[in-house]
């Protein structure tokens, strides 16, 4: 009997390979320029970058397509932050864009260590949370996108942020070597 209870365990016939050996020749790299392992590898992350008449956040299959709603709001329009879902920022940043909100993730790129490789790693600064302005339509369309899960409130009221005041932080996080003076 195996592992998998009633069902008898398969017995190779004379003439058959082995579980796990080849019976086709290896890939010679010269004739197929994928298997070259000194070819850099294909960039497969999606791209973060910041865009005043673009979305902020696009997938590599989105570049040539333009928002799904024009933008129609006014650049003081305020900004929320948005609490998503756990390991979705990315996502819930590509969807809020095709809304027609301006949506800014700031990420960071870390160096991180694998068994075998080093390697650079982009993550979000702010775990959980990414801003956005809705361009003259309230909170509300923020609300029902899905993977946001609710708005970050000062009481019972969404906090608002001045766009000078992301402004300032995209700066920051941007440009780390200036410093903003506080009045302090």
């Given at each position: 009997?195996?592992?998998?209870?009633?069902?008898?365990?398969?017995?190779?016939?004379?003439?058959?390979?082995?579980?796990?050996?080849?019976?086709?020749p290896?890939?010679?790299?010269?004739?197929?320029?994928?298997?070259?392992?000194?070819?850099?590898?294909?960039?497969?992350?999606?791209?973060?970058?910041?865009?005043?008449?673009?979305?902020?956040?696009?997938s590599?299959?989105?570049?040539?397509?333009?928002?799904?709603?024009?933008?129609t709001?006014?650049?003081?329009?305020?900004?929320?932050?948005?609490?998503?879902?756990?390991?979705?920022?990315?996502?819930?940043?590509?969807?809020?864009?095709?809304?027609?909100?301006?949506?800014?993730?700031?990420?960071?790129?870390?160096?991180?260590?694998?068994?075998?490789?080093?390697?650079?790693?982009?993550?979000?600064?702010?775990?959980g949370?990414?801003?956005?302005?809705?361009?003259?339509?309230?909170?509300?369309?923020?609300?029902?996108?899905?993977?946001?899960?609710?708005?970050?409130?000062?009481?019972?009221?969404?906090?608002?942020?001045?766009?000078?005041?992301?402004?300032?932080?995209r700066?920051?996080?941007?440009?780390?070597?200036?410093?903003i003076?506080?009045?302090?």
């Amino acid at each position: 009997m195996s592992v998998f209870g009633c069902f008898p365990r398969p017995v190779p016939t004379r003439g058959t390979p082995r579980a796990g050996t080849r019976t086709e020749p290896r890939a010679d790299p010269q004739a197929d320029p994928r298997l070259d392992p000194r070819r850099p590898p294909r960039p497969s992350a999606i791209t973060l970058t910041w865009s005043t008449d673009f979305p902020a956040v696009f997938s590599p299959r989105e570049r040539t397509r333009p928002p799904a709603h024009p933008p129609t709001g006014t650049p003081d329009d305020p900004w929320y932050v948005v609490w998503s879902e756990a390991r979705a920022k990315k996502k819930v940043a590509e969807r809020l864009a095709a809304r027609g909100c301006d949506v800014w993730l700031p990420t960071v790129t870390e160096k991180h260590r694998w068994s075998d490789r080093w390697k650079m790693v982009t993550r979000p600064l702010f775990t959980g949370y990414l801003f956005a302005a809705t361009r003259g339509a309230g909170y509300v369309p923020l609300l029902k996108t899905p993977g946001v899960l609710t708005l970050v409130k000062e009481g019972a009221q969404p906090a608002v942020l001045t766009p000078a005041y992301v402004a300032d932080l995209r700066r920051m996080v941007e440009h780390p070597e200036l410093a903003i003076e506080s009045d302090s």
